[in-house]
């Protein structure tokens, strides 16, 4: 134990540990002021005007149907493995192996094979598959109508999401009706990582791939990459922090009628989308687990070459 304190203390993370008791004490001073502004009378009457939820326009669907269940685990799954593989490629500066493509398959291209590494073959992997999965979700959502719970039709979005703000500050939540529409400060971080984020995202990543980054030179002076290298990574932090938000919100503010929703279809407290939940997250940690260099070497090798 003594020695891992003493590696802790040597480390680069121990200079940051000063961040948790300034951010505890920013908590503290931002409860107080929103329960300052909430006992005021300009405050109550802010938050009688703006409590906090904007209308959606007549017909508006409700409820989560099948696909969206499945589509918000198939993101979940993608997106830890996008992240971490994402984290390993920043990080790795010696990796275990390569993966070279096959030029003599069914994909044949005039330039020679890039060689990469096992992490960003994973990456890219994960990637290909979080994009189909992404052009099946804004079919659907459009097809459906549902793009109206999480796409602004509104301007009193921003002030109700000021207010939703204020309440989640003063530890006095927003009642909480996901079934039907979200809060204005859900709509705006929805759209913000669906229209914007996850773009973004994709963008920049193609930008960077290996193989195609020499093919986009003649733009480098409109897109440098270097531009592409600064966007992707904070969008990275983006969706790391919108899941933490995102996952403590919904056990915090009744897990099992918001797992429900989400995970079951259906708007009451049973236990069946807390099932489904758990059981998608056995899932998720056996894939963590067979992510191991072993296994990926033997499934890349049958896309390409693996080698030390």
């Known amino acids: 134990m003594a020695d891992l304190w003493s590696r802790f203390r040597q480390s680069r993370w121990f200079r940051l540990t000063w961040i948790v008791p300034v951010a505890l004490a920013a908590l503290a001073v931002i409860v107080v002021f929103a329960n300052v502004f909430r006992s005021s009378p300009a405050g109550a009457s802010f938050l009688i005007d703006y409590p906090g939820e904007s209308g959606l326009p007549a017909g508006s669907p409700v409820g989560f149907p099948a696909w969206l269940q499945w589509q918000h685990f198939l993101n979940a799954f993608f997106l830890l493995f996008i992240v971490r593989t994402g984290w390993q490629v920043r990080t790795t500066k010696r990796p275990r192996a390569y993966w070279t493509r096959n030029n003599s398959g069914l994909v044949k291209t005039k330039n020679p094979p890039v060689r990469i590494s096992l992490p960003l073959w994973l990456h890219l992997s994960m990637d290909s598959l979080w994009v189909v999965n992404g052009i099946v979700f804004f079919a659907l959502i459009f097809a459906t109508g549902q793009w109206v719970r999480i796409v602004p039709t509104n301007w009193n979005i921003f002030p109700n999401a000021i207010s939703a703000g ?141 080698r030390r």
């Open 166 to 306: 204020i309440q989640y500050a003063s530890l006095n939540w927003p009642t909480e009706d996901g079934w039907v529409n979200y809060n204005a400060l859900q709509t705006l971080s929805y759209f913000f990582i669906v229209f914007i984020a996850a773009p973004l995202a994709l963008l920049t990543g193609i930008r960077m791939a290996p193989g195609l980054a020499a093919r986009f030179h003649s733009i480098e002076k409109a897109y440098p990459i270097t531009a592409a290298r600064a966007v992707h990574f904070p969008v990275m932090i983006a969706f790391v922090v919108f899941v933490i938000v995102h996952v403590t919100l919904v056990l915090a503010t009744g897990a099992l009628r918001n797992l429900n929703h989400m995970y079951a279809g259906r708007d009451d407290q049973s236990w069946w989308g807390f099932g489904i939940f758990a059981a998608s997250i056995v899932v998720m940690a056996l894939a963590w687990v067979a992510a191991r260099p072993s296994i990926l070497t033997s499934v890349a090798g049958r896309t390409g070459s693996v």
